[in-house]
């Protein structure tokens, strides 16, 4: 079967084991279904996810010009500590980032390749966990808006990384930790602003990836470079699919890029 259209990021479903879902044109194509089949990936071309247009990707599924007008790319958006709609100041577009940021949000630990912290929104629990490959993750506060959220990662993070190896992740290679004991240590560190915001709640929420066996070794699909690609599904896990021979393919990386997809 041929499916074709622009990638954006895989929907997902947390169950038992995690469902994965690529939209594609005309299909909802569901990938826990074609693991160990053969899947051809062809490069078609560009489509901007913002204005639309054939124009090359430049970073985040948008072509150069969206990227740096559109405010939902944004530098506050991989920085919240930069978030300014809680003063009513204006990034690029007040209404949206009012919408976006003075809203609940989460910082939280994952275990993913180690124990690293992050922030996101509270509506994105647990897609976001899931998108980062997380085997296990905890929520540690709970803010009003991003920029709190974003003080908190900045002042955790000196304790933590803030950081996935994508390598370790996708060989499974991980270190066992107790989130609940890293909690409870890393609770000293909280700006004095924050603290009441702190959730008392240890839930630690487990993920079951749908992959066969994880690959030894790992290198990354490039598609622009190789334009085509074929090989052995094995499993997805994060945004990636994994295939037989340990290559690699960052589904989120490539937002904005018309592809062609083939099931044998």
């Not at 090359?56 to 072509?63: A, E, L, Y």
């Not at 609940?104 to 629990?125: D, E, F, M, W």
């Not at 609940?180 to 702190?198: N, S, T």
């Not at 470079?225 to 945004?239: A, P, R, S, T």
């Amino acid at each position: 079967m041929k499916y074709q259209g622009v990638l954006t990021k895989m929907t997902t479903e947390n169950t038992n084991q995690v469902q994965y879902y690529l939209n594609t044109e005309n299909h909802v194509l569901h990938l826990n279904q074609i693991i160990d089949k053969s899947v051809a990936i062809t490069f078609v071309g560009y489509q901007c996810l913002c204005c639309g247009k054939e124009k090359k990707i430049f970073r985040q599924g948008h072509c150069y010009e969206c990227f740096y007008e559109q405010p939902g790319v944004a530098d506050w958006v991989m920085k919240p500590e930069l978030s300014k709609a809680h003063l009513g100041i204006e990034d690029r577009d007040l209404a949206y980032e009012e919408k976006a940021q003075l809203q609940p949000h989460i910082v939280y630990l994952a275990l993913s390749s180690n124990v690293k912290v992050g922030v996101t929104r509270k509506s994105q629990i647990p897609t976001r966990w899931i998108d980062q490959g997380a085997n296990k993750a905890i929520v540690f506060v709970e803010t009003p808006n991003r920029f709190l959220a974003g003080i908190t990662e900045v002042a955790l993070k000196e304790f933590v990384s803030d950081k996935t190896s994508w390598q370790k992740m996708l060989k499974n290679d991980v270190v066992e930790e107790d989130l609940i004991a890293i909690k409870e240590q890393l609770k000293a560190y909280l700006p004095e602003e924050v603290q009441q915001y702190y959730v008392h709640e240890d839930l630690v929420l487990e993920f079951n990836y749908p992959v066969e066996n994880y690959p030894i070794k790992v290198g990354s699909l490039n598609l622009e470079k190789e334009n085509f690609y074929q090989g052995k599904l094995i499993g997805v896990k994060g945004q990636y699919l994994i295939f037989e021979d340990g290559k690699v393919f960052n589904v989120r990386s490539y937002e904005g890029y018309k592809v062609s997809i083939e099931i044998a």
